[in-house]
């Protein structure tokens, strides 16, 4: 089983205002389901759960569920946070099974450095910053490593070219494209259309401003003039 014991209590009333005070008490209600269980409402600590969540696994990360003394394996699938302080709302946690394979999105992190894109000028560029794979429970990798040292200007990186662990599989098209470099001219060109576009937007804004300010004045007149 995995490392981490997170306890789960069932003795929760599930609806918001219910849920509002289970969590002014310290507590996140969540839902548990999978493998043969029977959707259940729960609650768990949330600075237990803000730890679990905390190790390099990230949120992909195996936990041993521990509901009424029963021990599950299980992920969190779904996390909910509040919109205002960004704190945990709500998490739906999936009972695994540790021979069948799961789905989880692993990030990618760039090691290396391309310089040949350096001598060019160009940037490189990271167009996919996780990606989706398929293996069991215990073979969740923390991150894939994306080598760019041998990328060249104008240069691609993709699915297809990545080295995945034994056992670990995607589903994605091999062609789509993990990191580009884009040559020096194209940066500039790219800095130049920006800033164009910004140009014209600023113009773009005062316009309607302006307008804006002339129809209060107008309004204010005539509301001076009928009084």
Same mark, same amino acid.
């Given at each position: 089983?995995?490392?981490?014991?997170?306890?789960?209590?069932?003795?929760?009333? =599930?609806?918001s205002?219910?849920?509002r005070r289970?969590?002014?008490?310290?507590? /996140? #209600?969540?839902?548990?389901?999978?493998?043969?269980?029977?959707?259940?409402?729960?609650?768990? %600590?949330?600075? +237990?759960?803000r730890?679990?969540?905390?190790?390099?696994?990230?949120?992909?990360?195996?936990?041993? &569920? @521990?509901?009424?003394?029963?021990?599950?394996?299980?992920?969190?699938?779904? *996390? @909910?946070?509040h919109?205002?302080?960004?704190t *945990?709302?709500?998490? %739906?946690?999936l009972v /695994?099974?540790?021979?069948?394979?799961?789905?989880?999105?692993v990030?990618? =992190?760039? $090691?290396?450095?391309?310089?040949?894109?350096?001598?060019?000028?160009?940037?490189?560029d +990271?167009?996919?910053?996780? $990606?989706? &794979?398929?293996? &069991?429970?215990? +073979? *969740?990798? @923390?991150?894939?490593?994306?080598?760019?040292t @041998?990328?060249e #200007?104008?240069?691609f $990186?993709r699915?297809?070219?990545?080295?995945?662990?034994?056992?670990?599989?995607?589903?994605?098209d #091999?062609?789509?494209? /993990?990191?580009?470099?884009?040559h020096?001219?194209?940066?500039?060109?790219? *800095?130049?259309?920006?800033g164009?576009?910004?140009?014209?937007?600023?113009?773009a804004?005062e316009a #309607?401003?302006?307008?804006?300010?002339?129809?209060? =004045?107008?309004?204010?007149?005539?509301?001076?003039?009928g009084?």
């Open positions: 089983m995995p490392d981490i014991v997170l306890a789960a209590d069932t003795k929760r009333s =599930t609806g205002s219910n849920s289970l969590r002014h008490t310290g507590r /996140v #209600p969540a839902v548990v389901y999978g493998h043969g269980i029977e959707a259940t409402s729960v609650s768990v %600590d949330a600075r +237990q759960l730890s679990a969540l905390s190790t390099s696994a990230g949120t992909n990360v195996v936990l041993e &569920l @521990d509901i009424e003394g029963t021990h599950h394996m299980a992920m969190a699938k779904v *996390i @909910d946070h919109p205002v302080r960004h *945990i709302a709500h998490v %739906d946690f /695994v099974n540790r021979n069948e394979k799961v789905t989880a999105d990030p990618l =992190t760039l $090691i290396g450095d391309a310089e040949a894109v350096k001598r060019d000028g160009g940037v490189v +990271q167009t996919m910053h996780t $990606i989706p &794979l398929t293996m &069991l429970p215990g +073979q *969740i990798p @923390d991150a894939i490593e994306v080598d760019v @041998d990328l #200007p104008g240069g $990186i699915v297809g070219d990545i080295k995945l662990p034994a056992g670990v599989e995607t589903d994605l #091999p062609e789509t494209p /993990v990191v580009s470099a884009a020096a001219s194209e940066v500039g060109e790219e *800095i130049s259309a920006e164009e576009a910004a140009a014209e937007g600023e113009a804004g #309607p401003a302006e307008g804006a300010t002339a129809e209060a =004045t107008d309004g204010a007149e005539s509301s001076a003039e009084s």
